[in-house]
């Protein structure tokens, strides 16, 4: 098993910058390829980001390519989501997911999941 704490979130203006961390304990982290989600109300979760156990792959939902980058650092137990210019419709819930098998942009193939960090961009 592995354990996932997200943190990083909190209320920033349009066009700022937030990094999202997501720190990782348990079984060896760079088994896993991680992924970030994220949920707003009313909505559905969507996938936003995802990067290969070793970090040489990387995807993103075709809203955040260029404004956002998924990166690992399997030493440290952690996966990070910097996230530049924002906009309002970036407002959810973020989660950290992490999977034994390859990097998915599909929710279900995620075995564990964090607990989310709200992230609010005004306008």
């Known amino acids: 098993q592995v354990q996932l704490v997200e943190s990083g979130g909190g209320l920033v203006q349009a066009g700022g910058s937030l990094r999202l961390s997501c720190a990782a304990s348990?079984?060896?982290?760079?088994?896993?390829?991680m992924g970030w989600f994220r949920q707003a109300p009313g909505k559905e979760r969507e996938f936003v980001a995802a990067?290969?156990?070793?970090?040489?792959?990387?995807y993103y939902i075709d809203s955040v390519k260029g404004r956002f980058t998924i990166s690992r650092d399997n030493a440290k137990n952690t996966v990070l989501l910097q996230m530049n210019s924002l906009k309002p419709e970036d407002t959810a819930v973020y989660y950290c997911a992490a999977t034994e098998r390859v990097a998915s942009r599909a929710s279900i193939e995620y075995d564990y999941w964090g607990q989310g960090t709200q992230v609010t961009v005004s306008s």
């Open positions: 348990g079984r060896t982290f760079s088994s896993y390829a």
């Open positions: 990067i290969s156990w070793s970090g040489t792959s990387m």
